[in-house]
């Protein structure tokens, strides 16, 4: 899982995996609410761990909020038929939350994707439990709800201030077969410098930097590169800003209407953007005014 991560959420994912297995790993062949819920709990416990600064409104909130719930009704659902529905409709709970937690999230509009994946995977386990056929495409609720209530191809995209980089260089890889003087306490460190998990097996690294070249040199001392990905920001952020002005039109249409039928039936007939009233049915300046940037 930490080899084939792609991105924080990923490697948050894998860490939560190494958790909840190292738990699972001694129990007895057959394994209760009780035994899922305690490795649920050191599954986050290990992904908080392995963060250096542990940040809400992600996918960390998410199973923090559905372990938490998970201990609390482990006595009360003795099987997985009822238990793991609850758990997930813990989860989806905190994924609807995350855009509270996170102003980027609530700024583009949108949950936290990693929290979508990790709801995802809760479906799986439920749909195996249940003898289910596994779904190749699964939306949580709170994506649903989202994407209902918005549509545009970059219209999130284009709100959003794509400024400028900072850091020019997304660098990426693996540190293995360790020396042998390779300590606990160099890894650490390492980590002080980088944007690391692992341990003496294995270490994965991601950092954005404007010098690839130091990070790999620290990560040399320590033991073998393996698999280096370095990307540059820089072009892909100019890549964007191109493509978002090609997509841009001379005219917008923006609809301010009350019902499902009556957004639907603007959506159909092309509308950009379309905005519904509040509890008086007129909608605030300020939405007009973001659906106008938009």
Do not use: W
């Amino acid at each position: 899982a930490l080899r084939g991560a792609r991105g924080n959420a990923g490697v948050i994912l894998s860490q939560i995996f190494r958790g909840i297995c190292s738990v699972l790993r001694g129990s007895k062949p057959e394994v209760d609410t009780r035994t899922f819920a305690k490795a649920m709990e050191q599954g986050t416990k290990v992904a908080y761990n392995a963060v250096s600064i542990p940040k809400e409104g992600t996918i960390l909130t998410v199973v923090r909020l559905m372990s938490e719930f998970a201990v609390k009704v482990a006595g009360k659902y003795k099987d997985f038929e009822t238990f793991i529905p609850a758990v997930i409709a813990e989860g989806d709970r905190a994924l609807a939350m995350t855009p509270e937690l996170l102003p980027v999230l609530k700024k583009a509009g949108v949950v936290d994707s990693g929290g979508v994946g990790l709801m995802t995977i809760m479906r799986g386990f439920q749909a195996a439990i249940m003898g289910e056929e596994i779904a190749s495409e699964v939306q949580t609720e709170a994506v649903q709800q989202q994407s209902d209530a918005d549509f545009g191809d970059n219209s999130d995209i284009i709100s959003m201030d794509l400024g400028d980089i900072q850091f020019a260089y997304c660098t990426e890889f693996f540190v293995i077969n360790l020396k042998k003087s390779t300590t606990l306490a160099d890894i650490d460190k390492l980590r002080e410098n980088l944007m690391c998990i692992g341990d003496l097996e294995m270490i994965k690294v991601h950092v954005h930097t404007n010098s690839p070249g130091v990070a790999l040199t620290y990560a040399l001392e320590l033991g073998e590169l393996d698999r280096p990905k370095i990307e540059n920001m820089l072009e892909q952020n100019r890549a964007l800003k191109a493509k978002i002005e090609a997509e841009k039109k001379d005219q917008g249409m923006l609809a301010i209407c009350a019902g499902e039928g009556s957004r639907d039936i603007f959506k159909d007939l092309f509308v950009d953007r379309v905005i519904e009233g509040g509890q008086t049915m007129n909608p605030s300046a300020s939405d007009i005014a973001t659906a106008v940037q938009k």
